[in-house]
């Protein structure tokens, strides 16, 4: 006759069967028999994988914490960061960083300077609450540089700014002299030089010789049959909404353009020196 009873066997039997990885799990076990009505891949299951999933969850949920505490966001479980504010090779705080750290954001030498621009901690001063300019992303690291040197100028990084030879009075109009196009497309630069006009001019050779003072360049561009608007483009002409000055558009990130210019008195910029900002691209129109 068949018995309906299930066999029990010794636990040492049964653990001969199980993998290795969890016999150690069932010789702990007080019970004193294993039945096969306890499946080992149920056991499997509790006492191995569930204990590794859960440190995995714990594991994900840590690094995206990490992450977005240092502003970043997870995108296809990647953590994402904002790309540096100064790309441009000829920009002036791409070559300071690259004098300065190689463009490394992350430097942290033991020598207690940090990050790109070599900061020391009360300089930095928790800036934008991360404990250090290492740990910090790239975008956050160039706006304390952009606010350092509109405070103090290239003299907060002395020795890199004597060797990249950057000063209030290091870009010169000599320098961009030698880029105009006398006999451009749109003939000879007739502005008064290095005002902001001759600047854009060399920029933008195509533009009309003379379109007068900056405040009538919109006027003057449409009458040449040039196209206007309000939204910026990289190469286009920036003219003051409010005022009589242009500029060029070397970059743009969401509301906001990166420019090139001459004449303006901020971010070490003046007569005859070209200079570097960002401005609200809202303040602005535009010659395409």
């Known amino acids: 006759m068949l018995s309906t009873t299930p066999p029990t ?9 199980l993998p290795k990885v969890i016999r150690p799990l069932v010789d702990q076990r ?9 499946s080992k891949s149920d056991l499997y299951d509790t006492e191995v994988l569930q204990p590794l999933y859960k440190k995995q969850e714990e594991k994900r949920a840590a690094e995206e ?17 904002p790309p540096p504010l100064f790309t441009d090779p000829n920009d002036p705080f791409v070559r300071l960083k690259q004098c300065e750290s190689g463009g490394d954001y992350e430097t942290n ?4 300077y940090y990050g790109a621009y070599q900061y020391d901690l009360r300089t930095w001063n928790n800036y934008r609450g991360y404990e250090r300019p290492d740990l910090a992303p790239a975008n956050v690291q160039d706006a304390k540089a952009q606010e350092t040197h509109s405070e103090r100028g290239w003299s907060a990084w002395p020795a890199c700014s004597r060797k990249l030879g950057l000063s209030n009075q290091s870009i010169i109009i000599s320098e961009s002299i030698s880029s105009v196009s006398v006999g451009s497309v749109g003939g000879p630069n007739g502005y008064a030089l290095g005002q902001c006009t001759w600047y854009v001019k060399t920029r933008r050779p195509d533009i009309g010789g003379y379109w007068g003072n900056a405040s009538q360049w919109l006027y003057s561009a449409q009458s040449a049959g040039y196209v206007t608007g309000s939204s910026p483009i990289v190469g286009a002409v ?46 602005f129109l535009y010659i395409y």
């Not at 066997?9 to 653990?15: F, M, Y």
């Not at 030498?109 to 207690?112: F, I, K, P, S």
């Open 9 to 17: 066997t010794s636990v040492q039997s049964n653990i001969e069967d």
């Open 30 to 38: 007080s019970t004193p028999t294993f039945t096969s009505a306890i």
């Open 65 to 81: 914490k990490a992450c977005t505490d240092k502003g970043g966001t997870i995108e296809n479980g990647n953590c994402k960061f």
């Open 109 to 112: 030498t033991g020598n207690g």
């Open 238 to 283: 920036a003219v003051l909404r409010d005022g009589n000055h242009v500029a060029f558009v070397e970059g743009i990130k969401g509301d906001e353009i990166y420019i090139s210019e001459m004449n303006f008195y901020g971010y070490g910029g003046g007569l005859g020196i070209k200079s570097f900002r960002w401005a609200s691209a809202s303040g």
